[in-house]
């Protein structure tokens, strides 16, 4: 589904009549296709000492590799194509003056879906109280900027955790990510990264060949374009839907010549099937993305129990008993990478979506469980993670009253609703190798909507 809105008021007669009326003009999001430059300009590194080698230097030298455009020192006259703010070596809240201050002369020659991205260290809980204020200001400061910009622009940020250099694999993986057109919808929002053994030599442009992945609820929507990135991105793709999907489900399979199973995610034995199918078709198991689910919304007290365990069921306890089958049994051929479909429901809560919101806030909580578990000492190693969805123009959101849709549309900072693809990026970034000190995390795919953070 399209948002003619967005269209009408970038092109055409439409577009200077929008400008004379004053209305809300949303931008036109650039996102990824292959053969782009990382950036839509030069990039502008801040926080850097004079005379000293600081992680600015080292955030610079390492986006000098990706050959990029990239520069310490601002002037007036260069359009920015991104501006990174280093504020990782921050103790005190006014140490932060200086490189805000040089952000924002250079946020008056941001260019159109430009980034700002914040590298900052994590919140850690023997931070003294001075550098606790520090570290958390960060946070407040980075998704308001992110509020201000316009023109398809984005504020986000990463969160370095004391034991990872920022210019550790995975740090820079992530700052890749948020200075690229993947991050289209992803606004406002803060990302925590810590030590890996990520690899530095990841293929930017295949980053999961050699991979199988399943996704499941893949015949349609959200789910067939997770397939279809992740297969774009080199992995052989298992993609999962129940039987009356049976026809749709191997188209997808076919565009991206992976394998279909049919399949209802709640039977007992849907682990035991998805990994008999992923290692006699292709060998393995790698990437496991939990997108399957649905609506049965009502207000509480119309809620009947049908409605809410079928939403639980599908949502959250099938997530649960796959995962948990897959781990016990040692299903997984590399270090796993599980990454869950959540919600900004399961964030701030919807009427009329108590069990909608239920089952994705007890998605984040395995998350961050499993994240737990992977991570322990002896543990199988790997990531989970979890992706939380905003408007996403789908046909599920299609059916939303117009008016609802023009308000959920809007209110969010970029002002329009997500693609699939938008979702799928998320997605993609946190299934590949380099994203391995990324581990536990909920990142917003929502363009900064106004629930929740």
Same mark, same amino acid.
Do not use: C, H
């Given at each position: 589904?399209?948002?003619?809105?967005?269209?009408?008021?970038?092109?055409?007669?439409?577009?200077?009549?929008?400008?004379?009326?004053?209305?809300?003009?949303?931008?036109?999001?650039?996102?990824?296709?292959?053969?782009?430059?990382?950036?839509?300009?030069?990039?502008?590194?801040?926080?850097?000492?004079?005379?000293?080698?600081?992680?600015?230097?080292?955030?610079?030298?390492?986006?000098?590799?990706?050959?990029?455009?990239?520069?310490?020192?601002?002037?007036?006259?260069?359009?920015?194509?991104?501006?990174?703010?280093?504020?990782?070596?921050?103790?005190?809240?006014?140490?932060?003056?200086?490189?805000?201050?040089?952000?924002?002369?250079?946020?008056?020659?941001?260019?159109?879906?430009?980034?700002?991205?914040?590298?900052?260290?994590?919140?850690?809980?023997?931070?003294?109280?001075?550098?606790?204020?520090?570290?958390?200001?960060?946070?407040?400061?980075?998704?308001?900027?992110?509020?201000?910009?316009?023109?398809?622009?984005?504020?986000?940020?990463?969160?370095?955790?004391?034991?990872?250099?920022?210019?550790?694999?995975?740090?820079?993986?992530?700052?890749?990510?948020?200075?690229?057109?993947?991050?289209?919808?992803?606004?406002? *929002?803060?990302? #925590?990264?810590? /030590?890996? =053994?990520?690899?530095?030599? &990841?293929? +930017? %442009?295949? @980053?999961? $060949? !050699?991979?199988?992945?399943?996704?499941?609820?893949?015949?349609?929507?959200?789910?067939? *374009?997770?397939? #279809?990135?992740? /297969?774009? =991105?080199?992995?052989?793709? &298992?993609? +999962? %839907?129940? @039987?009356? $999907? !049976?026809?749709?489900?191997?188209?997808?399979?076919?565009?991206?010549?992976?394998?279909?199973?049919?399949?209802?995610?709640? /039977?007992? =034995?849907?682990g035991a099937r998805i990994l008999e199918h992923a290692r006699a078709r292709h060998g393995g198991l790698d990437v496991l993305v939990h997108n399957a689910g649905i609506l049965r919304d009502k207000l509480l007290a119309n809620m009947s129990p049908d409605k809410w365990d079928a939403v639980v069921a599908v949502n959250l306890a099938a997530q649960l008993r796959i995962t948990e089958y897959l781990l016990g049994a040692n299903g997984f051929s590399s270090e796993p990478r599980i990454v869950s479909l959540a919600s900004t429901s399961g964030i701030a809560g919807n009427r009329g979506q108590a069990n909608y919101a239920f089952s994705k806030a007890g998605v984040i909580g395995h998350t961050r469980a499993f994240a737990r578990l992977l991570a322990a000492p002896g543990g199988p190693g790997g990531t989970a993670n979890a992706v939380a969805p905003g408007f996403i123009e789908t046909d599920m959101t299609a059916s939303i009253p117009f008016v609802q849709r023009e308000v959920a549309r809007r209110v969010a900072s970029l002002q329009q609703g997500g693609q699939p693809v938008d979702v799928a990026e998320a997605i993609a970034f946190l299934a590949s190798p380099a994203a391995a000190g990324v581990n536990g995390q909920v990142l917003r795919v929502c363009g900064q909507n106004v629930v929740g953070r």
């Open positions: 589904m399209t948002d003619s809105y967005v269209q009408a008021v970038n092109s055409g007669f439409t577009k200077t009549l929008a400008k004379k009326l004053g209305l809300p003009r949303p931008a036109v999001l650039r996102r990824y296709r292959a053969g782009d430059p990382l950036t839509v300009g030069p990039v502008l590194v801040l926080g850097g000492t004079p005379g000293v080698r600081d992680d600015a230097d080292r955030v610079a030298e390492a986006l000098l590799g990706w050959d990029l455009d990239v520069r310490q020192t601002p002037d007036d006259t260069t359009r920015w194509g991104a501006v990174v703010v280093v504020l990782s070596g921050i103790e005190r809240p006014e140490d932060a003056s200086a490189p805000v201050m040089a952000l924002s002369a250079a946020l008056r020659r941001l260019a159109p879906n430009g980034r700002v991205v914040t590298i900052s260290r994590a919140p850690a809980e023997t931070d003294s109280p001075e550098l606790a204020a520090a570290r958390e200001g960060v946070d407040g400061f980075l998704r308001s900027v992110a509020k201000e910009l316009r023109y398809g622009a984005t504020g986000n940020g990463v969160q370095v955790t004391d034991d990872a250099p920022v210019d550790s694999p995975s740090v820079l993986a992530t700052l890749r990510f948020f200075l690229s057109a993947r991050s289209a919808f992803v606004d406002g *929002q803060l990302l #925590r990264v810590g /030590a890996s =053994d990520a690899d530095p030599a &990841v293929d +930017v %442009d295949l @980053p999961l $060949a !050699g991979k199988v992945a399943v996704v499941t609820g893949a015949a349609r929507g959200i789910g067939a *374009q997770v397939a #279809r990135t992740l /297969a774009r =991105d080199g992995a052989k793709v &298992v993609v +999962v %839907d129940v @039987p009356a $999907a !049976g026809e749709a489900l191997a188209a997808v399979a076919n565009e991206i010549r992976g394998t279909a199973l049919q399949l209802d995610v709640t /039977a007992d =034995d849907a």
